[in-house]
């Protein structure tokens, strides 16, 4: 493996090799066994709305009880990433990797076994909670184990985890649901999480754990993160069927996460040793690129929110129709990820990034004119210039976002980044899932009004 400082050896992430310096294949499987789990992690964010009927109809629940099952692995994701930094301090990053996914390989399990509701979501929670350490892991892989002539390759391989799980979600959830039912989409994850845990235990060399940190952190910021971010994300989550600040939950939940967010933010700035750096944000470049990440994460996870309710329940097509139209917006991304890659080092990021937000930009333009009669070819037309662009954005983000960042920074510069892209999809699918519900009162309300302009008046007296 290449070289690491003597830093690896007391449980604190190694800075990344030299410039030029040789990445043996451990190292590469290793890297690729991370990527795998951003993806596994990511995947399963999305993979469950494919199959959301079936579920609830198992386990007796209604739509709005069932709307649960994700809001309880965004909560549990949202929170673990941020003390991603702080564990892997801890136990070293293949210790962490390697107990963190057999964690969420059981509780995997374990969906797919729930006998109710509740105990369902139980175990999306804790699912959520081991799986999203995965995700900012997979970037930190990157930043601290391959040198900077090797780092673009890497960070091609982690946007795809970004851009291709989400579309992938849906048709895999699709496909496997209906050929072998619903639990199968939560047995899968057993292919990809053994590849991973062998990938780490072949991949990295073992770290002595630094279980001091533990003690030493500051449980009442973490305490406050995660009372805020969970907060923040039921908010999200569940506002839109609980007509918002009308309800008094709505509020309660508005109320702790403003607490919560602001008690952490107060704690991080005094204190000299955080449990993650938000001083980060300072930094011009990693702000830039963070609020980027997240203005994207709202047009990325609210088309594959909004595009599969569309074509279930407008255009009437089967969960494994939704799966052939939205997987053209994954598998172009497979051949224009490695050419964005080759192009990141020779062309200035910024026009890239400019080129790949016209094109996201544009698809959805595209697709702001469907109607009923919308077809699978104009469809297949906006899923691929999409396709096309997405790689750009999130291969230029990365790059723009760990430039310049220390190495001791690296875990918490990469749990923060992908905190804020993934609050930026939850506040994305809120805000457009106010939008549609606002619309069908006022198109109901307009219906109602056009039916009593031409009743008799004898129809409506008294």
């Not at 399990?109 to 997979?138: D, H, K």
């Amino acid at each position: 493996m290449t070289s690491l400082t003597k830093d690896a050896h007391a449980g604190v992430m190694p800075g990344a090799p030299a410039n030029g310096a040789r990445v043996d294949l451990r190292t590469w499987i290793a890297v690729a066994a991370g990527m795998l789990g951003a993806f596994m992690a990511v995947l399963d964010i999305q993979i469950t709305n494919s199959s959301l009927r079936d579920i609830l109809g198992t386990l007796n629940a209604t739509q709005e009880e069932g709307s649960w099952i994700s809001t309880a692995y965004l909560c549990a994701e949202i929170v673990v990433i941020p003390m991603t930094a702080l564990f892997t301090r801890a136990f070293g990053a293949r210790f962490y990797m390697i107990g963190t996914t057999a964690l969420f390989l059981v509780f995997s399990t374990l969906c797919g076994a729930a006998w109710n509701l509740e105990s369902m979501i139980v175990f999306r929670m804790l699912q959520g909670f081991t799986g999203g350490a995965l995700i900012p892991m997979a970037m930190t892989l990157v930043m601290t184990r391959l040198p900077a002539s090797k780092r673009a390759a890497g960070m091609a391989i982690f946007g795809l985890t970004a851009t291709l799980a989400p579309a992938m979600g849906p048709t895999l959830g699709g496909y496997l649901s209906e050929l072998y039912g619903w639990p199968s989409i939560f047995y899968i994850n057993w292919v990809p999480g053994v590849l991973l845990i062998a990938g780490m235990v072949y991949g990295l060399n073992p770290e002595k754990p630094n279980l001091r940190t533990l003690l030493n952190a500051d449980w009442l910021g973490i305490g406050l993160m995660a009372m805020g971010l969970a907060c923040l994300t039921i908010f999200l989550e569940e506002g839109n069927s609980k007509d918002w600040f009308e309800s008094s939950f709505i509020i309660t939940f508005a109320s702790l996460s403003l607490v919560g967010i602001l008690g952490w933010i107060a704690l991080s700035v005094t204190r000299p040793d955080p449990f993650v750096n938000l001083r980060l944000y300072g930094q011009r470049n990693f702000l830039v690129a963070t609020v980027l990440s997240a203005v994207t994460g709202m047009g990325l996870y609210g088309s594959s929110f909004l595009l599969p309710l569309y074509l279930g329940q407008i255009a009437g097509y089967t969960p494994m129709q939704i799966g052939e139209v939205i997987a053209w917006v994954g598998l172009p991304q497979l051949l224009v990820m490695p050419f964005a890659a080759a192009l990141s080092s020779k062309v200035d990021n910024r026009i890239l990034c400019s080129f790949g937000l016209l094109l996201f930009g544009g698809s959805c333009l595209m697709n702001a004119f469907m109607d009923a009669s919308t077809g699978y070819d104009q469809l297949m037309v906006t899923q691929v210039v999409r396709a096309i662009g997405q790689p750009f954005v999130m291969l230029t983000l990365s790059n723009f976002a760990m430039a310049g960042i220390a190495p001791k920074d690296m875990p918490s510069a990469s749990s923060l980044f992908n905190m804020t892209r993934n609050l930026g999809g939850s506040i994305g699918i809120a805000l457009l899932a106010t939008a549609l519900s606002t619309r069908s009162i006022r198109r109901a309300w307009a219906k109602r009004c056009r039916i009593i302009r031409w009743l008799p008046s004898s129809a409506w007296k008294g």
